[in-house]
């Protein structure tokens, strides 16, 4: 039988998470092609894979909750979970499940980039 150190599990984890990274990253440019241009595809990337660790953090862990987090990072910037106060605010709602933190990330987003175009 096949075993696998911690190391190579470990190992496995990040080229899964690279993989969903690129992937993400992939439909970032078809999606958000103006915040994209602002920085090579390695450093989309990197923030692509940093945003799904902390997502992931939060217990958003399948790959459609995954992929609305980092359209949200998208909108509102890398590292919107942990600098915004809204947003640390509803991530720590307890009472939510994951999804519905979600959820109410975005419906909170729409008022935040509203009111950043008026």
Do not use: Y
């Given at each position: 039988?096949?075993?696998?150190?911690?190391?190579?599990?470990?190992?496995?984890?990040?080229?899964?998470?690279?993989?969903?990274?690129?992937?993400?990253?992939?439909?970032?440019?078809?999606r958000?092609?103006?915040?994209?241009?602002?920085?090579?595809?390695?450093?989309?990337?990197?923030?692509?894979?940093?945003?799904?660790?902390?997502?992931?953090?939060?217990?958003?862990?399948?790959?459609?909750?995954?992929?609305?987090?980092?359209?949200?990072?998208?909108v509102?910037?890398?590292?919107?979970?942990?600098?915004?106060?809204?947003?640390?605010?509803?991530?720590?709602?307890?009472?939510?499940?994951?999804?519905?933190?979600?959820?109410?990330?975005?419906?909170?987003?729409?008022?935040?980039?509203?009111?950043?175009?008026?």
């Amino acid at each position: 039988m096949l075993q696998l150190s911690n190391d190579q599990w470990g190992a496995l984890a990040d080229a899964k998470r690279r993989q969903f990274a690129e992937e993400m990253a992939d439909r970032a440019e078809r999606r958000h092609p103006a915040a994209c241009r602002k920085c090579s595809r390695e450093e989309l990337i990197a923030a692509l894979e940093r945003e799904i660790q902390t997502a992931h953090g939060h217990g958003l862990r399948n790959r459609g909750l995954l992929a609305r987090f980092t359209d949200l990072s998208m909108v509102l910037g890398a590292g919107f979970a942990e600098r915004e106060d809204w947003a640390q605010a509803i991530l720590a709602n307890t009472r939510l499940t994951p999804p519905q933190r979600l959820a109410e990330l975005e419906e909170a987003a729409v008022f935040v980039v509203k009111g950043q175009g008026a």
